[in-house]
């Protein structure tokens, strides 16, 4: 009995650790109510979006127990001398000085431009105006990369992209701070942008009947620009990309002209952040046995969100961000300490390519995540190509950037990562389909299934046939040939050809070239070594 009541007295003495402790017993029950627990341990409420009917998730790979918390008990030792000073933790029992310090941190995450109670307010907000996406396992996928792989859906919201969450919270956020009638009268809300955040304002902007002005570079998709104008925005074609289009926005707002017109960064504004947020709410109540989270990165708004909340929902989670190599704006910021201009090339991954990430998505992001490493050109064609071979999704280059990291040869094809459990935003969906074509064509000729070669052949007829029926003999199939006479300087009867054949892949590649040079050829592969192969 007085061992009771001893205990009794310190949980009431130190509330945060008992809930800390109470958190702990939760979640053997539910994983529900993990989420729940936490949330009050590292935000000190109780939000109402915790106590939403979300549907836990109960596939395979998951245990429905969590990570015990290792702290002692609170009480001091039995006769101990140490008197305690709540300002110098080094005065306190070990558990007492973790809850210290655990407190500390979290003031100063509280300082931070967007926060969980932002996020779960923005998860309340918006969750009857975007479609909760599933968080699915991939059975060919997890087989390929040694892993369990999980793939959020986010490109099956409606316009096509995770940028609605932000969109629609960033409005509904502006109709509660100016009131209906005020922002309607200031002429409503603009935006600079090429695609997916020009359709997510626009489309939210109607159903939530805020006028919408959408300024875009005029390298932007005829296809995209439509889509706008059939949702009801105000489309202003300006600057040669997304830059100047940004500029030309930014004055147009502090102008007369303007008319009070609010701007909506697509990827620094709080309440943007914040609506991307929800994705790492959702991921955590999907999948609670997940270990990681792979995240593309552009301006860091995504994972800025996401990452604050799977941290806070469940600290040992690791949150990776992917950047394309030839638009690293977040490891320049990284490396500089704070938000810098990146060189930027075009790349398949457009909807990254941000020159300098936002100052308040890059303080957030710097605070949760793990590291963030890039991902080549190849890297994201194969990436889309085996999404629409094994899982029929078609996802545009940023979106699809997270699992070109994963892929056999990437930077996170890890020991540490093998058989643990990995969630994958898709964010995106909108591409073209002309350039789908081509970026289909570049991920077959990565994998080793699409390959040219230069062979010299006789000129006398027969010449190109023998050539032709040893390819076919040996099961390739001929996609293209170009006859070159002019330009040789080799025997008179002798002619180029070059040839492009579908292959079944890199051994079938390698049985072709010996084919070849066994007959007398000697294939110039696209490369332009004689035997890249062999």
């Keep these: 009995m007085i061992m009771i009541r001893s205990i ?234 997304i830059g100047e289009s940004k500029e030309y926005a930014e004055k147009l707002v502090s102008s007369r002209e303007g008319g009070g017109l609010e701007y909506v960064n697509g990827y620094d504004d709080p309440p943007i952040i914040a609506g991307a947020g929800t994705i790492g709410m959702e991921i955590i109540e999907d999948v609670p046995c997940v270990d990681a989270v792979v995240v593309p990165v552009g301006g860091a708004g995504l994972i800025a969100g996401v990452s604050c909340a799977v941290k806070t929902l469940k600290p040992d989670v690791a949150v990776y961000g992917v950047e394309p190599e030839f638009a690293a704006s977040y490891i320049a910021a990284l490396g500089a300490g704070k938000p810098v201009p990146a060189r930027i090339t075009p790349t398949l991954a457009d909807g990254l390519a941000v020159p300098t990430v936002g100052s308040h998505a890059f303080e957030v992001a710097r605070h949760y995540v793990d590291e963030c490493v890039t991902c080549t050109e190849k890297e994201v064609s194969l990436a889309i190509l085996r999404l629409i071979e094994n899982e029929k999704m078609v996802v545009e280059g940023g979106g699809a950037t997270g699992l070109a990291a994963l892929l056999p040869g990437a930077q996170l094809d890890r020991p540490e990562l093998k058989g643990k459990n990995i969630v994958v935003p898709l964010c995106g969906g909108n591409i073209d389909t002309t350039v789908l074509g081509r970026v289909l064509e570049r991920g077959l000729a990565a994998d080793d299934r699409m390959k040219n070669f230069v062979a010299t052949v006789s000129d006398r007829p027969g010449g190109i046939a023998r050539l032709t029926t040893l390819l076919g003999d040996n099961g390739a199939s001929i996609k293209d040939m170009y006859h070159e006479r002019a330009f040789l300087h080799t025997n008179i009867d002798h002619v180029h050809v070059k040839v492009v054949v579908e292959l079944q892949g890199k051994e079938h590649a390698q049985q072709i070239e010996r084919a070849l040079i066994e007959n007398g050829y000697d294939p110039v592969w696209d490369d332009g070594s004689h035997k890249n192969m062999i």
Excluded: W
């Design 8 to 241: 009794v007295a310190s949980t009431h003495a130190m509330p945060f650790v008992a809930t800390r402790r109470a958190a702990a017993t939760s979640t053997r029950s539910s994983n529900l109510a993990s989420v729940h627990a936490r949330v009050a341990a590292a935000t000190g409420f109780t939000y109402p979006i915790i106590a939403s009917p979300y549907r836990p998730f109960s596939g395979a790979g998951c245990s429905d127990e969590d990570d015990d918390d290792n702290g002692s008990s609170v009480s001091s030792p039995k006769g101990s001398s140490i008197i305690e000073d709540k300002n110098d933790p080094h005065t306190l029992p070990r558990s007492r000085r973790k809850a210290h310090t655990e407190q500390r941190e979290k003031k100063n995450l509280e300082s931070l431009p967007v926060t969980f109670a932002d996020i779960s307010r923005a998860n309340v907000a918006i969750r009857h105006g975007v479609i909760r996406t599933p968080c699915v396992k991939s059975y060919f996928l997890s087989e390929l990369l040694g892993a369990n792989i999980f793939l959020k859906t986010e490109f099956q919201q409606f316009t096509g992209s995770f940028k609605e969450r932000g969109a629609r919270n960033a409005i509904l956020t502006l109709l509660r701070e100016m009131g209906e009638d005020e922002l309607r009268r200031s002429g409503g809300v603009i935006a600079a942008s090429a695609g997916n955040h020009a359709l997510a304002l626009a489309y939210h902007g109607k159903d939530l009947g805020v006028p919408v002005t959408v300024v875009m570079p005029t390298v932007a998709p005829l296809a995209k620009v439509d889509r706008c104008r059939k949702f009801g925005a105000k489309i202003i074609i300006e600057g040669a990309h």
